[in-house]
Protein backbone atom coordinates (compact mmCIF):
# COMPACT_ATOMS: atom_id res chain seq x y z
CA UNK A 1 0.00 0.00 0.00
CA UNK A 2 1.06 3.45 -0.88
CA UNK A 3 1.79 5.21 2.40
CA UNK A 4 2.54 8.59 3.57
CA UNK A 5 4.74 9.58 6.27
CA UNK A 6 5.02 12.92 8.27
CA UNK A 7 6.38 15.11 11.19
CA UNK A 8 4.21 14.75 14.24
CA UNK A 9 3.95 18.68 14.74
CA UNK A 10 5.63 21.91 13.86
CA UNK A 11 5.50 25.21 14.85
CA UNK A 12 5.59 28.29 13.26
CA UNK A 13 5.07 32.25 14.09
CA UNK A 14 2.09 34.30 12.53
CA UNK A 15 2.71 36.01 9.45
CA UNK A 16 5.52 33.70 8.48
CA UNK A 17 5.54 31.50 5.35
CA UNK A 18 5.14 27.51 6.75
CA UNK A 19 6.55 24.16 4.73
CA UNK A 20 5.21 21.01 5.59
CA UNK A 21 6.51 18.38 4.09
CA UNK A 22 5.44 14.72 3.11
CA UNK A 23 7.19 12.11 1.80
CA UNK A 24 5.32 9.35 -0.24
CA UNK A 25 8.29 6.97 -1.70
CA UNK A 26 6.12 3.90 -2.90
CA UNK A 27 3.48 6.49 -4.70
CA UNK A 28 1.81 5.15 -8.22
CA UNK A 29 1.66 6.96 -11.18
CA UNK A 30 -1.49 7.62 -11.47
CA UNK A 31 -2.37 8.56 -7.68
CA UNK A 32 -3.10 12.60 -6.71
CA UNK A 33 -1.45 13.85 -3.56
CA UNK A 34 -4.45 15.08 -1.35
CA UNK A 35 -4.00 17.58 2.04
CA UNK A 36 -6.64 18.20 3.85
CA UNK A 37 -6.15 20.04 7.22
CA UNK A 38 -8.78 19.10 10.58
CA UNK A 39 -9.32 22.06 12.61
CA UNK A 40 -9.65 21.34 16.60
CA UNK A 41 -13.14 19.98 17.16
CA UNK A 42 -14.46 19.87 13.26
CA UNK A 43 -14.47 17.43 10.79
CA UNK A 44 -11.27 17.50 8.36
CA UNK A 45 -11.61 19.97 5.25
CA UNK A 46 -9.70 19.82 1.95
CA UNK A 47 -6.58 21.74 1.43
CA UNK A 48 -5.39 21.37 -1.99
CA UNK A 49 -4.33 18.14 -4.61
CA UNK A 50 -2.33 17.44 -7.38
CA UNK A 51 -0.76 14.97 -9.53
CA UNK A 52 2.41 16.18 -11.18
CA UNK A 53 2.96 19.62 -11.18
CA UNK A 54 3.02 22.51 -8.84
CA UNK A 55 -0.82 23.73 -8.00
CA UNK A 56 -2.32 26.68 -6.24
CA UNK A 57 -5.47 27.70 -5.03
CA UNK A 58 -6.18 30.29 -2.20
CA UNK A 59 -5.71 28.50 0.78
CA UNK A 60 -2.28 27.01 -0.11
CA UNK A 61 0.18 26.20 -2.57
CA UNK A 62 1.39 22.24 -2.98
CA UNK A 63 4.97 21.86 -4.52
CA UNK A 64 5.26 17.98 -5.71
CA UNK A 65 8.79 16.92 -6.49
CA UNK A 66 9.93 16.08 -10.16
CA UNK A 67 10.07 12.27 -9.02
CA UNK A 68 6.83 12.67 -7.09
CA UNK A 69 8.08 10.81 -4.11
CA UNK A 70 7.97 13.37 -1.73
CA UNK A 71 5.78 16.72 -1.47
CA UNK A 72 5.62 20.17 0.22
CA UNK A 73 2.26 21.97 1.43
CA UNK A 74 3.17 25.69 1.32
CA UNK A 75 1.05 28.10 3.72
CA UNK A 76 2.54 31.42 2.55
CA UNK A 77 1.23 33.31 5.68
CA UNK A 78 0.30 31.52 8.40
CA UNK A 79 -2.95 33.01 10.69
CA UNK A 80 -3.94 31.83 13.91
CA UNK A 81 -6.67 30.11 12.43
CA UNK A 82 -3.95 27.74 10.54
CA UNK A 83 -3.17 26.28 13.72
CA UNK A 84 -4.68 22.23 12.80
CA UNK A 85 -3.75 18.97 11.92
CA UNK A 86 -2.36 18.57 8.06
CA UNK A 87 -3.02 15.36 6.38
CA UNK A 88 -1.06 14.33 3.46
CA UNK A 89 -3.15 11.77 1.57
CA UNK A 90 -2.74 9.17 -1.23
CA UNK A 91 -5.25 6.68 -2.16
CA UNK A 92 -6.42 3.70 -0.63
CA UNK A 93 -6.06 0.81 -2.97
CA UNK A 94 -8.00 -1.77 -0.25
CA UNK A 95 -11.46 0.63 -0.17
CA UNK A 96 -12.61 3.27 -2.25
CA UNK A 97 -11.60 6.53 -0.22
CA UNK A 98 -8.61 8.08 0.78
CA UNK A 99 -6.46 6.75 4.10
CA UNK A 100 -5.65 9.46 6.72
CA UNK A 101 -2.58 8.70 8.92
CA UNK A 102 -1.87 10.92 11.75
CA UNK A 103 -0.78 14.18 9.94
CA UNK A 104 1.09 17.19 11.38
CA UNK A 105 0.07 18.94 14.03
CA UNK A 106 0.67 22.55 13.10
CA UNK A 107 0.69 25.33 16.27
CA UNK A 108 1.38 28.82 15.06
CA UNK A 109 2.02 31.57 17.42
CA UNK A 110 1.57 35.43 17.71
CA UNK B 1 -26.93 24.26 1.34
CA UNK B 2 -26.53 22.73 3.88
CA UNK B 3 -23.33 20.40 3.36
CA UNK B 4 -23.04 17.19 5.45
CA UNK B 5 -24.73 17.20 8.58
CA UNK B 6 -24.46 14.69 11.33
CA UNK B 7 -27.17 13.86 13.96
CA UNK B 8 -26.67 13.48 16.86
CA UNK B 9 -23.92 15.87 17.70
CA UNK B 10 -23.16 14.32 20.99
CA UNK B 11 -24.86 10.82 23.05
CA UNK B 12 -24.01 9.10 25.98
CA UNK B 13 -24.79 5.20 26.29
CA UNK B 14 -24.56 2.25 28.10
CA UNK B 15 -22.86 -0.96 27.31
CA UNK B 16 -25.39 -2.99 25.71
CA UNK B 17 -27.43 -0.02 24.29
CA UNK B 18 -28.30 0.70 20.47
CA UNK B 19 -28.34 3.84 18.55
CA UNK B 20 -28.36 5.06 15.03
CA UNK B 21 -26.51 7.55 13.80
CA UNK B 22 -27.51 9.84 10.69
CA UNK B 23 -25.70 11.29 7.86
CA UNK B 24 -27.35 13.55 5.39
CA UNK B 25 -25.66 15.37 2.11
CA UNK B 26 -27.43 17.63 -0.12
CA UNK B 27 -24.96 18.01 -3.13
CA UNK B 28 -26.27 14.47 -4.61
CA UNK B 29 -22.81 12.80 -3.85
CA UNK B 30 -22.42 8.97 -4.96
CA UNK B 31 -20.16 8.01 -2.29
CA UNK B 32 -20.43 8.35 1.62
CA UNK B 33 -18.22 7.14 4.54
CA UNK B 34 -18.16 6.78 7.62
CA UNK B 35 -14.96 6.73 10.31
CA UNK B 36 -14.10 6.95 13.61
CA UNK B 37 -11.74 8.55 14.95
CA UNK B 38 -10.12 7.96 18.79
CA UNK B 39 -7.86 10.22 21.06
CA UNK B 40 -4.30 10.97 18.64
CA UNK B 41 -4.77 8.87 15.89
CA UNK B 42 -6.40 9.50 12.33
CA UNK B 43 -9.42 8.54 10.58
CA UNK B 44 -10.54 5.06 10.83
CA UNK B 45 -13.22 3.71 7.85
CA UNK B 46 -15.95 1.50 9.23
CA UNK B 47 -18.20 1.49 5.85
CA UNK B 48 -18.86 3.19 2.79
CA UNK B 49 -20.74 3.40 -0.25
CA UNK B 50 -20.93 4.28 -3.96
CA UNK B 51 -24.36 4.53 -4.50
CA UNK B 52 -27.97 4.83 -3.38
CA UNK B 53 -28.67 0.45 -1.65
CA UNK B 54 -25.06 -0.28 -1.66
CA UNK B 55 -22.58 -0.66 1.25
CA UNK B 56 -19.39 -2.24 1.97
CA UNK B 57 -16.70 -2.88 4.73
CA UNK B 58 -14.28 -0.80 5.80
CA UNK B 59 -11.25 -1.13 7.65
CA UNK B 60 -12.90 -1.31 11.23
CA UNK B 61 -16.62 -2.62 10.69
CA UNK B 62 -16.86 -5.13 13.36
CA UNK B 63 -20.00 -3.87 15.79
CA UNK B 64 -21.14 -1.69 13.29
CA UNK B 65 -24.31 -1.84 10.35
CA UNK B 66 -25.22 0.44 7.49
CA UNK B 67 -27.78 1.28 5.46
CA UNK B 68 -28.18 3.54 2.13
CA UNK B 69 -31.81 3.10 1.24
CA UNK B 70 -31.80 7.30 0.22
CA UNK B 71 -28.89 8.55 -1.91
CA UNK B 72 -28.71 11.76 0.67
CA UNK B 73 -28.91 9.79 3.89
CA UNK B 74 -26.13 7.37 5.37
CA UNK B 75 -26.84 5.85 8.54
CA UNK B 76 -24.90 3.98 11.24
CA UNK B 77 -26.10 1.77 13.57
CA UNK B 78 -24.47 0.51 17.25
CA UNK B 79 -26.55 -2.97 17.77
CA UNK B 80 -24.96 -3.33 20.85
CA UNK B 81 -22.79 -0.75 22.48
CA UNK B 82 -19.36 -1.65 23.60
CA UNK B 83 -16.87 1.52 25.34
CA UNK B 84 -14.36 0.78 22.79
CA UNK B 85 -16.94 2.19 20.36
CA UNK B 86 -16.58 5.14 22.71
CA UNK B 87 -15.18 7.97 19.87
CA UNK B 88 -15.62 10.65 17.06
CA UNK B 89 -17.82 9.48 14.53
CA UNK B 90 -17.09 11.24 11.36
CA UNK B 91 -19.40 11.48 7.86
CA UNK B 92 -18.34 12.42 4.81
CA UNK B 93 -19.06 12.13 0.80
CA UNK B 94 -17.90 12.66 -2.70
CA UNK B 95 -19.58 13.67 -5.97
CA UNK B 96 -17.27 10.84 -7.40
CA UNK B 97 -13.84 8.60 -6.80
CA UNK B 98 -12.60 10.44 -3.76
CA UNK B 99 -8.94 9.97 -4.93
CA UNK B 100 -9.91 12.33 -7.56
CA UNK B 101 -12.77 14.63 -6.04
CA UNK B 102 -13.05 16.50 -2.51
CA UNK B 103 -14.24 14.82 -0.16
CA UNK B 104 -16.41 16.87 2.19
CA UNK B 105 -16.74 15.69 5.92
CA UNK B 106 -19.42 16.71 8.58
CA UNK B 107 -18.90 18.09 11.91
CA UNK B 108 -18.99 14.67 13.89
CA UNK B 109 -20.46 13.03 16.60
CA UNK B 110 -19.07 12.49 19.61
CA UNK B 111 -20.39 8.98 21.58
CA UNK B 112 -19.23 8.37 25.21
CA UNK B 113 -20.24 4.40 25.61
CA UNK B 114 -20.12 3.89 29.83
Known sequence: DAKTTQPNSMESNEEEPVHLPCNHSTISGTDYIHWYRQLPSQGPEYVIHGLTSNVNNRMASLAIAEDRKSSTLILHRATLRDAAVYYCILRDPGYSTLTFGKGTMLLVSP | ?114
Open chain 2, 1 to 114: NAGVTQTPKFRVLKTGQSMTLLCAQDMNHEYMYWYRQDPGMGLRLIHYSVGEGTTAKGEVPDGYNVSRLKKQNFLLGLESAAPSQTSVYFCASSYARPWVETQYFGPGTRLLVL
